[in-house]
């Protein structure tokens, strides 16, 4: 199957730093990837869908200015989370498609704000 | 907006036992429903999908129903083995794939040697 890497795995940073989390499909160009946010034990919650060379669309709720998605290439889409608290510590996954319905994620990436 | 139901949360059997998760969705445009399993700390991972055409689908040990009037869909896991062990999600989508997904809270599968 496809594959989707992310990077990095994991971060820790500094309360009011910015953060970037990078999503990249290897073997594919994927128009759309998504970006979601999960709490322990608890289900993917869509934050935004990236589309490339365009805005990207956020879902009710997510502040488009706390997290900026850019979806340069076909490839890559990176979300930043600016200015970041202790409340933004979470697991932010990405996934893309190829088209064909299939979704692959990408490892995930484990942020912690002290 | 879709509302995907999913349960139980948590589900433990004893090994060599079928296990069985269960979906409502709320959209009766959606005709896309995909499954994930996410062991801890991994991504999640495809493991079965049917569309609306169909009602029933196989994958070895691994079986998804659906009933479109009832608006429900449901995996079926039978001679469970320790690996099942991992939360799966269930999804639904009107756009005929990956676009627009809406995830169940997922179930949390423990599988008791």
């Known amino acids: 199957g496809a594959v989707v890497s992310q990077h990095p795995s994991w971060v820790i940073c500094k309360s009011g730093t910015s953060v970037k989390i990078e999503c990249r499909s290897l073997?594919?160009?994927?128009?759309?990837m998504f970006w979601y946010r999960q709490f322990p034990k608890q289900s993917l919650m869509l934050m935004a869908t990236?589309?490339?060379?365009?805005?990207?669309?956020?879902e009710q709720g997510v502040e488009k200015d706390k997290f900026l998605i850019n979806h340069a290439s076909l490839t890559l889409s990176t979300l930043t989370v600016t200015s970041a608290h202790p409340e933004d510590s979470s697991f932010y996954i990405c996934?893309?498609?190829?088209?064909?319905?299939?979704?692959?994620f990408g490892e995930g990436s484990r942020l912690t704000v002290l | 907006g879709e509302n995907v139901e999913q349960h139980p949360s948590t589900l433990s059997v004893q090994e060599g036992d079928s296990a069985v998760i269960k979906c409502t969705y709320s959209?009766?445009?959606?005709?896309?429903f995909p499954w994930y399993k996410q062991e801890l700390g991994k991504r999640p991972q495809l493991i079965i999908d049917?569309?609306?055409?169909?009602g029933e689908k196989k994958d070895q040990r691994i079986a998804v129903t659906l009933n479109k009037t009832a608006k429900h869909f449901s995996l079926h896991i039978t001679e469970t083995q320790p690996e099942d062990s991992a939360v799966y999600f269930c999804?639904?989508?009107?756009?005929?794939?990956?676009?627009?997904?809406?995830f169940g809270k997922g179930t949390h599968l423990i599988i008791q040697p």
């Open positions: 996934s893309a498609s190829e088209g064909f319905g299939e979704l692959f």
């Open positions: 073997d594919f160009q994927a128009t759309t």
């Open positions: 990236s589309n490339e060379g365009s805005k990207a669309t956020y």
């Open positions: 959209d009766s445009a959606s005709n896309y």
């Open positions: 049917i569309r609306s055409n169909v």
């Open positions: 999804a639904a989508s009107s756009g005929g794939g990956a676009d627009g997904l809406t």
